[in-house]
C-alpha cells in the first residue's frame, strides 16, 4: 500500500493518505495575532475543509479529531462554532485538551483523520 504525501517540506506534509484515511495536522490560524477564538477556529476550519477537499474527501467523512486550546477559557467559544461547522449526524470522535503552542497567538489547532 503507498503512503501518498501532499505539499510536503523539511518538516511535514500538509495532507498524508493511506489506505483511503487522510490525515491532517496541526491545522492552524494564527495569521493574525488579533484573531480571538472564535475567528482563529473559524478559519481552522476553513482550512480543513479546503484540505479535505483536495484530498477528496469532506467534514462528513470525518472520523476523528483532535482540538487542542491554549486556556479552556475559550472551550465554549470554540466549540460554539465546532457545533455549528459539524453536521448533525455526522460527529466523528473527539478530544479536546489544553495545551501549550508553538506561538503565543496561536489559540486552537486541530488535527483530523477522515475517510477519502
Known sequence: MTIER????????????????IYLCGQTA???PSWDITEQTRRCL???????????????RILSTT???????????MNAVWDAWVAD??????????????????????TVVAAQ
Not at 482540538?67 to 467559544?77: C, N, S
Open 89 to 110: 449526524g455526522e460527529k466523528p470522535a473527539r478530544a479536546c485538551v489544553e495545551a501549550r503552542m508553538a506561538r503565543p497567538d496561536i489559540l486552537v489547532e486541530f
Open 30 to 32: 494564527a495569521d493574525n
Open 67 to 77: 482540538i487542542y486550546v491554549r486556556d479552556m477559557k475559550d472551550f465554549a467559544a
Open 46 to 60: 476553513a482550512k480543513v475543509d479546503a484540505l479535505l477537499e483536495q484530498a477528496g474527501s469532506n467534514r462528513n
Open 6 to 21: 501532499v505539499d510536503s517540506n523539511h518538516r511535514m506534509s500538509k495532507i498524508v493518505k493511506h489506505n483511503g484515511t
